[in-house]
């Protein structure tokens, strides 16, 4: 009996301290690292919270977020996050920069108080072009994390082909430019090139509206459209990648309109860069798309982007995919790995009575329209200043957009010697 009251003794002071210790983590602390969320309310509505979506992330990597503020919160809510994929985790920071982090990263559930900041982040797939999501819970509230990979056309290739500097583009490599006069040609620019020495210039000073003339890209064998107009083994869906740069480093009225088209020489979807006066946005993209014009008449114009910087180069990245019907196409325009706008093709025009009056054309290179003049795109602009856009890094390709990561065929070139 005396042995066993002494074993009592020795216990009582250990259950004691295990018992503070729980009651401690219960109030916030944490067991082992871990933070414990017996005090976070999962009930609790912050305000509404978003991560920005995340493009051209390299596969099988792991990539963290913005960092957001939360706000709203009645008293400390309960965190968690679940994704599909591996590694996803958050952290919870005192401060906008995460200079200060109050939880480190990792998956258990947590806590946050009112004006904390998140960060998540998560693994990237493992296959070109391809999302990995995650969806992290605070308190009644959520958000989503998505992360897309590298298509094909962004990543980085040794080119096959091999251009020669001062000519003309026409002729070289599958590329065509039926017009004499317009300003353009393969140019050597040194260390001024986005990669390598090459680029292509083009530029509006001599403006045509005929549409064969124009320079066209070399065709692919196989063309991106619906089923009842693309090649037999095409598929529904076109990308396109390259870099630009205007040559002025101030407004000259520069214009030119690049558009994925048919073999017939057309244009399926709508992309202008116009180098303005900053008054009048600057260097700026412009969209025009036929969404439903049967029904409505009118065609729609976009802004997706002004101001952009006339110092450095941008990437610009367009997707169409085109699955069967009508007034379905998405025509998706990203700039520097920002999704600028989501639009339509011309699809509805091709069919309209008024338009076409034909069927939905299937696309497999690219139009280089130069049919703008500067002094019509201000009159303050005189033709001959305009000295044009410079190209680098080309990519186009067909695939189907069920499966990005499968490329049916492509061209890319960085027009080096």
């Known amino acids: 009996m005396l042995r066993a009251m002494k074993n009592l003794l020795r216990t009582v002071p250990l259950l004691l301290c295990i018992s503070l210790y729980l009651t401690a983590c219960g109030s916030g602390s944490t067991i082992g690292g871990v933070p ?16 920005h979506t995340i493009y051209s992330v390299t596969p099988s990597t792991v990539t963290a977020s913005d960092i ?107 590329w065509s430019r039926t017009a004499a006069g317009f300003d353009e040609q393969v140019e050597n620019v040194g260390a001024s090139a986005y990669t390598g020495q090459n680029v292509w210039l083009l530029g509006n000073k001599t403006v045509s509206t005929a549409f064969s003339s124009q320079p066209l890209s070399p065709q692919l064998s196989e063309s991106a459209g619906e089923s009842t107009v693309r090649s037999a083994g095409g598929g529904d869906a076109m990308e396109t990648v390259f870099w630009m740069k205007t040559v002025s480093s101030a407004a000259d009225g520069s214009a030119i309109t690049i558009s994925m088209s048919p073999t017939g020489v057309d244009r399926q979807t709508y992309f202008r860069i116009d180098n303005n006066l900053d008054a009048n946005g600057g260097f700026q993209a412009t969209v025009i798309d036929y969404y439903d014009v049967i029904n409505t008449g009118m065609w729609r114009t976009f802004v997706p982007a002004t101001g952009m910087s006339r110092a450095v180069w941008v990437k610009v990245r367009l997707v169409m995919e085109a699955p069967d019907g009508g007034s379905n196409d998405i025509f998706r325009i990203f700039l520097d790995d920002q999704l600028a706008g989501t639009y339509s093709s011309w699809e ?69 010697p």
Not at 364 to 385: K, Y
């Open 68 to 174: 957001v503020r939360v706000t709203g919160l009645a008293e400390s809510a309960a965190v968690r996050v679940d994704a599909d994929p591996s590694v996803p985790e958050f952290r919870v920071c005192a401060d906008a920069a995460c200079s200060v982090v109050s939880t480190d990263w990792h998956a258990t559930v947590s806590i946050l108080k009112n004006d904390e900041y998140l960060q998540v982040r998560l693994n990237s797939a493992a296959t070109d072009d391809t999302a990995a999501a995650m969806t992290v819970h605070v308190g009644a509230g959520a958000a989503d994390f998505t992360i897309y990979t590298k298509s094909f056309c962004e990543q980085s290739f040794t080119q096959t082909d091999h251009y020669t500097a001062a000519s003309s583009i026409d002729g070289q490599n599958g």
């Open 348 to 416: 509805d025009y091709h069919t309209w009575t008024s338009g076409g009056n034909s069927v939905t054309e299937a696309v497999s290179r690219l139009l280089f329209r130069v049919a703008v003049a500067p002094s019509t795109v201000d009159p303050s602009f005189v033709d001959a200043n305009a000295l044009g856009f410079h190209f680098d890094n080309l990519c186009y390709r067909v695939y189907n957009h069920a499966t990005p990561g499968s490329t049916i065929q492509f061209y890319r070139t960085g027009f080096e």
């Open 36 to 51: 414990s969320s017996a005090s976070g309310s999962s009930t609790v509505n912050p305000a509404a919270f978003s991560f």
